[in-house]
């Protein structure tokens, strides 16, 4: 069992600073971090119930790329990128949905089946001799853990998510997340900020006392922090029955009890699960949910998330969900706040780094996987925007190794 972070003993000289300023503010960079993070690494894109019957669909957009979740007639679930193979349009705009027999291309008709496979191209004599079996949709990669839905769009250096994800396996097993259901349409936000000034903020938990009224009412001291460890985190709170000087957390706490089958442990818990790079798993005895950040610009990002209700939740359950939502879209707009100022003051002339907290420990430890991926990201100097690429190319390159050129 991993160390909890309270309890990982930190070296004397241990490096409390964070990225540098430029790493947000770079054109150049975020073009890498799209290709070198987002395009290669596991997204969360939504769960089994979110596509329940064959020809049920959802489509997402991540970064550049742009991917559509479908179950077939044969009960599997697929991902596809999102895009016709005749000219690239989408094959659908809608973000869900359900087709009744196959995808038909809004551009020129060009109609797939639900497995992917082109049926048929309008006016085929147009073609010459088309071989339909090369002009399929381009599948992505799928994995399905605990009933969600991971998408990756090339391989990379992560494994499997179920090895990615199994030092929580066991924790998560008592949940029953598989059979989860949706409790609304999934959400989308857009910041004006850099994405990763967005994960910075939701990756520790120094400044909950602050910043977060609500969740320092309802578990308060008990909080805690893992850091990043081989692509995952995890963090917790604990509340007890006698908390709540706010009515909201007050009458969360009366109501909140969990299903009698939930282990007993987990009956007064809210815990995060972080998947590197932008992913949070947040289940709590009502329900599960997850959110996630991507990159519109270097100065935009869009929030995704939704959240899953128990599919026999009572009145009482129902009641401690909204609250739950209740006091998590406070916590949100707070967020928010905390992301613009943080992420404007990169600019600053004023602005001379990062100083962290033993307590700020996630910051700095989802910082190392980012350097780790793209190690142009150390340079405290920021380079030309047109070294950018070449510098990280250089960097990855192991001592004493040289390219021919």
């Not at 949905?97 to 048929?120: E, I, K, M, S």
């Not at 009641?319 to 209740?326: C, E, I, V």
């Not at 006091?327 to 602005?351: A, H, P």
């Amino acid at each position: 069992m991993t160390m909890l972070a309270r309890d990982l003993p930190l070296p004397a000289d241990w490096d409390r600073s964070g990225l540098p300023a430029w790493t947000y503010h770079s054109v150049a960079l975020l073009e890498l971090e799209k290709r070198k993070l987002f395009r290669t690494h596991w997204q969360l894109a939504g769960h089994v119930s979110d596509v329940p019957a064959a020809g049920d669909f959802f489509t997402v957009d991540i970064a550049d790329d742009r991917a559509l979740v479908a179950r077939g007639d044969d009960g599997v679930v697929r991902a596809f990128h999102n895009l016709c193979r005749h000219r690239g349009s989408r094959v659908t705009a809608e973000r869900r949905g359900h087709c009744q027999r196959a995808f038909v291309c809004p551009f020129h008709g060009w109609t797939y089946n639900l497995d992917g496979t082109l049926r048929g191209a309008a006016q085929p004599q147009s073609f010459g001799a088309l071989d339909r079996s090369k002009y399929g949709l381009k599948p992505i990669g799928l994995e399905i853990w605990m009933g969600f839905i991971f998408i990756r769009f090339e391989n990379g250096p992560q494994p499997a998510v179920a090895q990615l994800m199994a030092h929580f396996a066991e924790e998560l097993a008592c949940y029953r997340l598989e059979a989860v259901v949706p409790a609304g349409a999934p959400s989308e936000t857009v910041l004006p900020v850099n994405w990763k000034s967005v994960r910075d903020v939701d990756n520790e938990g120094y400044h909950v006392a602050m910043a977060h009224p609500a969740l320092q009412d309802l578990y308060g001291a008990t909080y805690f922090d893992q850091p990043y460890v081989n692509g995952v985190s995890r963090s917790e709170g604990r509340y007890a029955t006698n908390r709540g000087r706010l009515w909201s957390v007050r009458a969360y706490v009366g109501l909140s009890s969990g299903p009698l089958w939930l282990a007993e442990d987990k009956r007064r818990l809210w815990s995060y699960f972080g998947l590197f790079p932008n992913a949070v798993l947040a289940v709590t005895p009502e329900s599960v949910q997850f959110y996630q950040e991507f990159p519109l610009a270097v100065d935009r990002t869009l929030i995704r998330g939704a959240v899953y209700r128990r599919p026999d939740e009572t009145r009482s359950d129902r009641l401690a969900r909204y609250l739950a939502q209740r006091i998590d879209r406070e916590t949100y707009k707070e967020d928010i706040q905390l992301s613009v100022w943080s992420n404007e003051s990169m600019k600053s002339c004023g602005f001379d780094g990062f100083h962290l907290s033993d307590l700020e420990r996630g910051v700095r430890s989802h910082h190392d996987h980012l350097r780790a991926v793209l190690p142009v990201m150390r340079l405290e100097k920021q380079p030309k925007e047109t070294e950018v690429a070449a510098l990280n190319e250089k960097m990855l390159q192991p001592a004493g190794a040289h390219t021919v050129t």
